[in-house]
């Protein structure tokens, strides 16, 4: 028997497979919204009309329809996303330091699934005279 019938093969980087990798405008959506939303001062997203219709689904027990991308958009181009949010603040917080801390929290997650982020707009719809319980 020959020596070659009992050699392992070595896997290197080389030896993986090509292709593309696609990141959809949902799943960036997401996980803004996620980030977003563990920021302390940020107490709802989406705006006056799209908080109407929510608030409907809750009281008919269709709480969760739309609400992982609830206040919402984005657009991937070429490993590069723009975010647009709209959110809710709690009164007494200040604007540039809540808007700052979520643009921080949504570039650090989606560049941990390998995007780049290239803007995050973000407008303050509204301002929550009361915290919702948790």
Do not use: W
Request: aromatic share 2%; charged share 20%.
């Amino acid at each position: 028997m020959s020596d070659e019938a009992t050699r392992e093969l070595r896997v290197t980087p080389d030896a993986v497979a090509g292709g593309t990798t696609h990141v959809s405008d949902e799943v960036v959506e997401k996980i803004a919204v996620a980030a977003a939303r563990s920021v302390p001062g940020v107490v709802e997203l989406g705006g006056d009309v799209a908080r109407f219709f929510n608030a409907v689904l809750d009281k008919v027990g269709l709480d969760q329809v739309g609400d992982a991308r609830r206040g919402c958009s984005a657009h991937v181009t070429n490993g590069a996303a723009v975010v647009n949010l709209v959110l809710v603040i709690s009164v007494g917080q200040s604007v540039p330091q809540v808007t700052e801390a979520v643009r921080a929290a949504i570039s650090a997650a989606v560049e941990a699934y390998g995007l780049r982020v290239d803007e995050i707009n973000i407008r303050v719809d509204d301002v929550a005279m009361e915290v919702p319980p948790a």
